[in-house]
């Protein structure tokens, strides 16, 4: 028996976020909105989502000893996540500079900070949890090789799930465990190469697949979702939405589909899920201020609701 459904290995952040009419130009100064500070990182994001929808989840991350610090972890607790694997102290807490345009979508810079010094070793001493988690997934906000130790640590049985963001060439050994890789068009191109990758979204899905990976879930945003496994290519169809906020809407969709494969789903019914938990964060400002509870997942109105329940991502396939 597990005691967690899902442990979330990553980064914690202060997202500092300002709304603009448009990004500036290289040398351009515009003027934005007034600052507004939410809690946020991808493993942050991950967990806070997760524990939303009802999964028993806990985090392993670093924060600093200060005032974001403790803001992550009062939002971490308030939204039921075990926080016994963050560690305090080491550097400042992480911070992300965002800004979101009229349309909704986001640009981010990261400063790693206390995420840069979640080290291996601090993996190695939290086995325990390792050991008690049905699922872990990762992303890389946090060193590499914390990552590659994450993948070691894995109890026989469980499963790990990767979202390679931001993206970087990853070793076969990593890829090699991913059930699945989730990746946004930028990120597929990346690890696979431009030169390489053509316009077919389920050629980059057979190709990463060849890299390794168990199974491989591509985002495209509007146009939904491709799930591409040993079985074959799924296309997993969009719900519009009307776009108000894309932070964290793909931290999201990977805390969905994570939680609902620990729970048995098929890989296409785990992203449909997954799909409509995105759509809904997309609706609402903030990046954990948007998740929804799974109730308010599947409420009639909720805008995700489809034939035979059928949905997919609207638009986190670009975000955070």
């Given at each position: 028996m597990y005691d967690y459904d899902l442990l979330v290995v990553g980064s914690a952040n202060a997202d500092l976020v300002i709304g603009v009419e448009r990004r500036p130009a290289a040398g351009e100064t515009v003027l934005g909105s007034d600052l507004a500070v939410h809690p946020g990182g991808k493993g942050a994001n991950q967990a806070v989502a997760a524990a939303r929808l009802g999964a028993r989840t806990a985090l392993l991350a670093r924060v600093g000893d200060d005032a974001y610090g403790r803001l992550l972890l009062d939002s971490q607790r308030a939204a039921g996540v075990d926080t016994v694997g963050v560690l305090v102290g080491g550097a400042p807490t992480g911070v992300a500079l965002i800004t979101?345009?009229?349309s909704g979508d986001n640009s981010i810079v990261v400063s790693p900070g206390a995420n840069g010094r979640l080290t291996?070793?601090?993996?190695?001493?939290?086995?325990?949890?390792?050991?008690?988690?049905r699922v872990v997934s990762a992303q890389l906000e946090i060193p590499l090789e914390t990552v590659e130790e994450t993948v070691r640590s894995l109890a026989p049985g469980s499963r790990f799930v990767l979202n390679p963001s931001p993206p970087r060439p990853l070793p076969t050994s990593l890829l090699a465990a991913c059930d699945p890789l989730i990746v946004n068009e930028h990120e597929a191109k990346v690890l696979l190469g431009d030169a390489t990758v053509g316009d077919d979204p389920a050629h980059w899905a057979r190709l990463l697949?060849?890299?390794g990976p168990r199974s491989v879930v591509v985002t495209l945003g509007a146009e939904g979702a491709l799930v591409a496994s040993a079985q074959g290519v799924t296309h997993v169809p969009a719900v519009p939405v009307d776009a108000v906020d894309t932070t964290g809407a793909g931290d999201a969709f990977t805390a969905a589909l994570a939680w609902r494969l620990g729970q048995g789903d098929e890989l296409a019914d785990a992203a449909a899920f997954a799909a409509r938990v995105g759509a809904v964060a997309v609706t609402r400002a903030g990046a954990q201020d948007s998740y929804p509870t799974a109730a308010e997942v599947a409420a009639p109105g909720s805008g995700t609701e489809g034939p035979g329940g059928e949905a997919a991502a609207a638009e986190q396939g670009g975000a955070r």
């Open positions: 979101v345009d009229p291996p070793q601090d993996v190695r001493t939290a086995a325990s949890l390792f050991q008690a988690s697949l060849a890299r």
